[in-house]
């Protein structure tokens, strides 16, 4: 299982999904920690009825059936799927009024869902969810791309309140993906993952979605700045270092 993980870790986002369901093939018995524990490119459906989509993920999952943030209806329909509290309910459609909101800011488009359930320590669980495919048939607005895609996974667990504190800890993913063709210069890939955890304890004197949002904020300001160190940094330096430009000339990536 150790040398399972170790290898998805390592494995391009846009491969992740065969070499799962290789792993799956080899290792039966682990089917279910390797199902709960790697995080794959998001998928998305339409809701029929609210005719909006939504994210498909292990979060909303029963059985084969995905329950929808709009309508709280499983699709395929579902008799007996689980369904948070009423309640918890009223604040996961706040939730995903305000992130659809936040994810039309920064990305400029894509699909966003928000899923919330209550755990076993008296406290919630939230998954903030975004997919923005950038390519030019998708929801790409500056045509650099010929394929690209970004994955986002926040999950925030939430203590009980206590004394009018509760703690948060989140763990973010992002997965990214994207491909450009240029004739002169042919076909480049690039393709990563990212993950990182943050706690704190904070007051819930605003609410939990104010802190919860703060924190995702926070956070994806930190990944961005990481992939464009890690990835694209590298990338450059890499480049640079094989076939040096021209004096007087500087190597940068196009202005979106």
Known sequence: MEAAMDLMRRISPNQSETALSALLSLLPHHSADLLSQVDQPLQVCMDTESMKEFIL????RDADSYRSPWSNKYHPPLEDGPLPSDEL?????????????????????GVSSVYMWEDDNQGLVACFLIKKDGSKKGHGRRGHLQEGSWDAIHVIEVGPVEEGNAH???????MLSLTTEHKPLGTFNLSGSIRRQMSLDLSVAEGHLCNMGKMIEEMEGKLRNSLDQVYFGKTR???CTLRPPPEGIQLRLPES
């Open 89 to 109: 309910r009223k604040l996961e459609i706040e939730a995903n009024e305000i992130f659809a909101v936040y994810r039309d800011q920064y990305y400029e488009g």
């Open 237 to 239: 330096e890499m480049v």
């Open 57 to 60: 993920c292990e979060y909303n």
């Open 168 to 174: 948060y800890c989140l763990t973010s993913t992002v």
